[in-house]
């Protein structure tokens, strides 16, 4: 069993990590951190995990983390991970951080729309673990930024069209939906039940610090900048993100020849399902599991292509596309222990 | 007190009639019809109304109710509207009709997304019942077609930039967010509890019926044809519609004059507010109430606008708008009887 | 018109008094305070409320608000209302108090659940504002004291059968489940919409603080002491308690004589309505109004009667009632402003 | 690999069933039967299976059923399983029967509640399917009846205090609440999203179909008769049970000593977790799995024991529990399928 480490797992990416790698047959957790939570079982935390793992909270200590763990996943906020991350490394650990401080190639980009970056060095060698673009860099990487949620669901949607060149770049809408956990776990009026039950809304229209992360990996695929409009929503559920994505084709191409385009695409992607023309993805098709669902329309009175992708936003967003990751960087099976079919209803 | 019925009145948009004329002071409800509840009184089938009113379903009888009120409400399925709808004005009553039936002007248009129109001659005398475009004509009116949900939410949201043309026509994308009450009352296992809590989907994807309706507004106030992308979407909330609409800018225009530009537009108009620049509206905001409460953004990044707006479907989408417009064709105050504040958490 | 003013009026009590007060035919808002909100717009905190009032939160200062009103709402936490009522008072206001500082009417009892009590000099004076219970004695008070949402359900559901020594006194049960707002606008990681969504858990079992008001009511009724088990759960809804109460009959009664028996009870309260036997009352039956509900049954099997009421746990078990108590105290129409149906669905 | 068929798939269980047969290590599902779907893939019927599963329902065709599998669960209801139930039995099958036909030990009883009898000749053959309770017996059993999602909830609840005689059998009160998903996926206006979104209710008072189930369970244990107060109510999740249990000590007992004799009474079962003292269940915990969890007080006040537990209805409610069943009769680890963590938030 290999080694590995949770540091930050308080958060709902925390107890999702908890909860797929306590089942996780080839790794072993043998440290997870909290600062908040330092001395308590973990199944004190989070009651869904009691009578299967007896793992207490360590405070946050680097010497500590890296005595016990091969691999360690990240799962703090951004500016948090960066003050860890170097030291995990020079250590000798592999790490996955799941915060964004990674994840910009641009150090000013990333000072733009978050603070001051303190691990500039990093930034070049810092693999971006979308494993359906970056595969192989993944298999070698001994830092891997994991993707944000939104981007995963926008790049998983528009990437065929924009790898062979078949939309006007500067036709990009993206109009994306979150469900609540996307929030985190931290107390705020805003996330509270009856504010947001019962509600939609669109929040960070034309700021969203997602849309540079969208927009760097679009544009590493196009060869040339790209600038979308993506206005994020609210969604009154607890997990699932739906990006509906607007794109003016270059040439004219049907529904069906869109999907036969996705489903050869995506043949060989075992965490990437097309449906077929007239039939779309439900955040609930991929509740709880590692997939990305894809729907298509190709709107021959407007020109326009209309790509709908769902996904688990603390899943193939978040926990289960770094143990994806884990898996490509520690040699193991791709797919090990993220068999999880979706829970429905 | 003016007589008033309701004919089909077993449905959301039904009990939605009856919250609020039995509150209204100036008219009655004298007749209330349903097929699958004649005989049943009101309050057996909505509980929620115990203890306010006597009524009873009756069938529906085209002399009975005419010969009772003068003003009537049909909140009938397409189809079923028209087949009682002449009958109706034949008698001398003026009707406020909530299907789509005579919502187009253009009888192929209606057959195209629906079926055959059995009573065309009606069409050029309908008048379209969105007060805030057509007020004067709403006033004299015998036949007012009560526009649909989301053409309202998308109409409100981007008429001021169509009549001053500031807008390309062809760059509009409208991505709309629907509560499940738009899916009506009848029993169909996609609109089950268990099929849309927890979910989100997009739907009638480049095909939903509100398409030409949305055009056929536009295109009036712009004096073109349009073609708009429409995508709906389907919340897992009872109440409420937002829509969010892109439009490539002619000539930039910051937020600020935008946000002056809509205060300018429906400054003498009750149930339109306008968000200063930076807050964005949330369906909660007008649950309960006649609003449409409308965000906006201008991105310089991109040079679109984006328009969001809000409504409750099931009120100024359904039946608070037919109150308004009632009001407007019986002489009445505008906003009688339409005072409710949504309810908010 | 009467001037009221409304003390904490940044919570979910505080926006639904003002959503009523402002629609309210006798009476004008002429001060809101709140501590964290003072200089901002009602409007602004509150979105709903745009368009419809100017007023702008002020600090709490009791001069500033007995200047200003005749009449004053607190809707502070316990330990803060008793902080500003006596001033209040003195001032010659007359108070609705909606926290728990004199409900009880023994301060000792007072001290165990909650801590010392420092106006004890007014409980006596002090009416417990329940209407169907205590109408006259409202009408003459200086200082009523807003029934807590739980007692409320509990004490219309079971009074009648106390009040006729219908049951055994040591056999009540009561299993109450309320919605999220009860909780209060807080930001706590427990009310956090994904920790509450797609939940349900029985909270304070067997030493919730409603438990001694439940009490303290039900043995005034009887004349001798009552013990109760209570139990309350979290519903995942915004809004709406339901009480589940069990008691041993003393001698038998068909399930229709009770609904008989109740409805003659309650045959001249306007807010209380009693369903017929085989119907059960739901929370939406409620919503948005002022309404209890109450459906019954008896068990010839158990020898037990089951009864079960609604309210809506912000207006009967908050606002609403405060306003009933308000109407009654200054001598307007009980039922004045209070004419809301509930919102269904 | 042990062939197994599910027959009556299209519903919620039936999903449940696919999910965790499809990831059995030890069986192979070789078909699947649905009336209404005969001839669609079940990725169709159920897009959340996509790309894991080629199967396609079959007719119910007992022959078919028998020359593919040796072990079928049937997901029918009542009335329709004891149709197939003897000719899966006769040709040599296993059955684990999901519907209430062979529960209850007594014909007349069965009749009583539901409808007449035409399999009586098996009930004595047929074992009650709760492990915890049954295991011995479930291990050679042909047929296995598997429980209810109440009862489950229940009998684990109550049954160490009823085996050890430490309550009063008249003292029962059982007030229970279940997710929607238990109402199953029949097309219902009762079950629509907008009827229970935001509602709760009490359904079937003192008539709901478990009740004799329960009291014949617990009155195994006792020794006698046992008549039960259940109230059911429908919770607005999908998926959970909670049932609170009133129960009246025959000698005191602090929390804590209730707190470990339930510990040592469910030692060395897998799928119960007990709480300790002040801490309660919520559905969240077990949402997903297997587990049932217990909460528990013991009131000094009233001399009354409170029992909280929760279930995922649709697993240890209905297929977890089925498998579990399953594997004890094909001499599998009892926990083979099974290790699935509750999926929280």
Known sequence: MIKVAIVGASGYTGVELLRLLLNHPQ????????????????SSVFPSLMGRSDLVFDPVDVDLITARAELVFTALPHKAAMEVVPDLL???????????????????TYELWYQPHTSVELLSEAVYGLPELYRSQIRGARLVANPGCYPTSVVLALAPLIEQNKVFLSSLIIDSKSGTSGAGRSARVGSLFCEVNEGFKAYGVGNHRHTPEIEQTLAALAGEPVAVSFTPHLLPVNRGILSTCYAGLSDPLSTEALVAFYRERYADEPFVRIHPAGEWPNVTYVRGSNYCNIGLFS?????????????????KGASSQAVQNMNLMLGLEETCGLGDLPLFP
Chains 1, 2, 3, 4 share one sequence.
């Open 27 to 42: 790794v072993e957790i043998t440290c997870v951190t909290s600062r908040q939570n330092a001395g308590t079982p973990i």
């Open 90 to 108: 020079r250590a000798g650990c592999k790490v996955v951080d799941l915060s964004a401080d990674y994840r910009l190639r641009d150090a000013a």
């Open 299 to 315: 709107d021959a009175r407007t020109g326009r292509v209309i790509v709908v992708s769902v996904i688990d936003n603390l899943l």
